[in-house]
């Protein structure tokens, strides 16, 4: 099965599992027979759970799981299910949420990506700012791009969870909005003074 059709299934049956209160009534568990596909399993867990069968959604949630590969993901899978039909829906929200953060996330990847890409581009036109004037300088465009580029990491550190990588993004974008407000304040703060020596030339 492609990635993005597995983080596709495995988001909707997180999704299901948000929708319902922390708990519920644990039942009896009752066995259900192998099907192969991962969606089929999926599919019948979204039909018990409409109609308010929890062993039994908690049971098509493991043969899913046991549908893929044996590795973190698979674990993670049975481990939800196995919450599920315990009555305990916080942990599987939580397990199926970390088994979305363990497929290919193509979206979050090219995010990260374009991310990286506009938070380094700030320092090439900064470059070529100071190139054209022979001087260092740092114009006011290397500020938003580092404000474009620090939220967009911080987003993507988010999603990964990185509490280190989103310490470190919220610090810098507070500095950069900070410099921008330094930038957008100094034309109004020069205009001051030359209203007010106007005004005191009036009789």
């Known amino acids: 099965m492609n990635h ?5 299934c495995v988001v909707a049956a997180w999704i299901v599992l948000a929708a319902l209160p922390s708990t ?29 069968d929890a062993a039994s959604t908690g049971n098509w949630l493991r043969q899913a799981a046991r549908q893929v590969e044996s590795d973190p ?10 919450a599920y039909a315990a009555g305990r829906l916080a942990t599987a929200r939580a397990g199926l949420k970390q088994a979305t953060r363990r497929v290919n996330p193509w979206f979050w990847i090219i995010l990260g990506f374009a991310a990286q890409v506009l938070f380094t581009g700030r320092f090439v036109v900064q470059w070529i700012a100071s190139e054209r004037q022979k001087r260092s300088v740092v114009p006011v465009s290397f500020w938003y791009l ?11 550190a988010i999603w990964r969870q990185d509490p280190v990588f989103i310490l470190g993004q919220a610090f810098g974008s507070l ?15 020069a205009a001051t003074p030359s209203g007010s020596a106007d005004e005191e030339a009036q009789p």
């Open 73 to 82: 993901f698979h674990r993670t899978l049975i481990d939800a299910g196995d």
């Open 4 to 8: 993005s059709r597995r983080t596709v």
């Open 146 to 156: 580092s404000i474009g580029g620090s939220l967009l990491l911080l987003t993507y």
């Open 24 to 52: 519920v009534p644990a039942a009896d568990e009752q066995p259900v027979p192998s099907l192969p596909g991962f969606q089929t399993c999926l599919d019948r867990a979204a039909t018990a759970h409409e109609q308010g």
């Open 175 to 189: 500095i950069y909005v900070r410099n921008l407000s330094f930038i957008h304040r100094k034309p109004a703060a």
